[in-house]
């Protein structure tokens, strides 16, 4: 069983950053597939970013290319996700997913964190 925690979450001015970040316990998470998803009230899981088990291989919605980083530490047993560039479109619950059989479908992720709320002000 794997238990995810995150934090980091917050109120931020539009352009602004937060780094989120996703610690596991439980199990160690160096071969999991990892992502976080974001979610409105009422609506289904989007998906942020990805990283293989290794790191070396991620993935981004279309949404956030170019602002947010993903990037995972093994040795901690943590995922992190940097988010630049925040707009007031970003403001979400956050998740992060472990143990997925692919990457970017929400529903073939078995661990989940509680989310982290991320406010982002005009």
């Known amino acids: 069983q794997v238990q995810l925690v995150e934090s980091g979450g917050g109120l931020v001015q539009a352009g602004g950053s937060l780094r989120l970040s996703c610690t596991a316990s439980?199990?160690?998470?160096?071969?999991?597939?990892m992502a976080w998803f974001r979610q409105a009230p009422g609506k289904e899981r989007e998906f942020v970013a990805a990283?293989?088990?290794?790191?070396?291989?991620?993935y981004y919605g279309d949404s956030v290319k170019g602002r947010f980083t993903i990037s995972r530490d093994n040795a901690k047993n943590t995922l992190y996700l940097q988010m630049d560039s925040l707009k007031p479109e970003d403001t979400f619950v956050y998740y992060c997913?472990?143990?997925?059989?692919?990457?970017?479908?929400?529903?073939?992720?078995?661990?989940w964190g509680q989310g982290t709320q991320v406010t982002v002000s005009s």
């Open positions: 997913a472990a143990n997925s059989r692919s990457f970017f479908n929400p529903t073939d992720y078995r661990y």
């Open positions: 439980g199990r160690i998470i160096n071969s999991y597939v």
């Open positions: 990283i293989s088990v290794s790191g070396s291989n991620t």
